[in-house]
């Protein structure tokens, strides 16, 4: 069997299977793994300063000479004032203090907000190729200076507006994202209420919809969820939840165990660690932020906000403090090397056809 098809020549890989980018869970040596092994693995760099987002360029080009993709954010950073964040900061103070923990310097002023307009050069700068976003579009201006830089555009829909919109901005393929996957929605047209489409309904209908090739995401783990996306239309997939318990990943133990047993009912949408919906594993945290009844400030105050109690519950192994994105086909993510992962889809993929 071949693998060839449009995706493969475009992203120049062998196999059209993408690693998801999983900003705090994925890493370089996950990005370079997938693209050593003939995937395409993806760098995330989502609201990263310029400085982290070179130097984890970096990194990755010193384990890899194939191509990988870069991740961005493509939101907007909304105004605030220091009251309004200020019932939220005395909650996440109340949690941290009940745990145990510390928050003492975690001051909004110590943060520095950044989106894709403070990297887009340095992804020029770096000859990168391959550049995929979330959270919303690029502007007009990045797009064209990443395409007169011969750059292949990837952007993410979670409806069929979205991705007519993102084929109408000149973008080159599109991440079809079930209700299904891990991690943040890449849901960005306002004005309507959350999409929550799973990936069997939607898939068809994005692809009826758009002429630019369609990559699914959500619930991809097996040669079997491979071959239905195949058979719904991607010319791709983008596979998440089952590298997060890998070697490479930079989830915390307990929160690997946590996936492994995770039953397909464990996880939930949340607006709490971030302001903005992501699916993850129902846990303390979450509830506490669910259940307290006040305004969740939007992404990325929340996610700043909680930063540091995520972080320190993260150096104490404690999966309870901390978001463990995971989609709903999260469980028996076994503790393997990423190249084992990816090379078990491939070979399990091409067995179906033997
Ligand atoms: C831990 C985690 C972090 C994620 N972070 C990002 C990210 O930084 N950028 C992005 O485009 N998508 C991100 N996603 C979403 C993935 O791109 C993808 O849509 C999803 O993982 C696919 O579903 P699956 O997890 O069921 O495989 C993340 C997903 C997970 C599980």
Known sequence: ?????????????????????????????????VSNAGGLGS?????????ATRQLIHKTKSLTEKPFAVN???????AYTEDDLEPMRTLLLQLANKRGYDLTGADLANFRFYNHLNQID????????LVSFTFGCLD????????????????????VEEALFLQQQNIDMIVVQGIEAGGHRGTFLE?????????????????????????????????ETIKAAFELGA???????????????????????????????????????????????????????EQAGIHIPSYPLQNSLTA??????????????TSLWAGQSAGKTGLMHTKEVFRNLVEQYEALYR
Not at 144 to 159: E, R, Y
Not at 267 to 279: D, H, I, M, Q, V
Not at 310 to 320: G, I, T, Y
């Open 72 to 78: 961005l954010f493509a939101h907007q950073i909304p």
């Open 43 to 51: 760098l995330s760099v989502g609201g990263l300063s310029p400085a």
């Open 140 to 159: 007009s201006g990045s797009i064209q200076a990443l395409k007169q830089n011969a750059c292949t555009l990837i952007g993410t829909a979670t409806c």
């Open 122 to 129: 340095i992804l020029i700068e770096e000859k990168i190729s």
């Open 191 to 223: 004005d309507m209420p959350l999409p929550q489409v799973g990936l069997f309904s939607l898939l068809p209908q994005v692809k009826n919809a758009v002429r630019i090739p369609c990559i699914a995401a959500g619930g991809i783990n097996s040669a």
């Open 1 to 33: 069997m071949s693998w060839n098809n449009i995706v493969t020549d475009i992203l120049k890989v062998d196999y059209p299977i993408i690693q998801a980018p999983m900003l705090g869970v994925s890493t370089p040596e996950m990005a370079a793994a």
């Open 308 to 321: 540091t109690l995520r972080k320190l519950a993260q150096q104490n192994n404690d999966s309870e403090y």
């Open 235 to 289: 010319g791709g997939v983008q596979v998440g939840t089952a590298f997060i318990g890998t070697k490479e990943s930079q989830a915390i133990a307990s929160y690997k165990a946590k996936l492994n047993k995770a039953k397909d009912t464990d996880t939930t949408l949340t607006k709490a660690f971030s302001g903005r919906w992501a699916r993850g594993i129902r846990n303390e945290m979450m509830h506490e932020i």
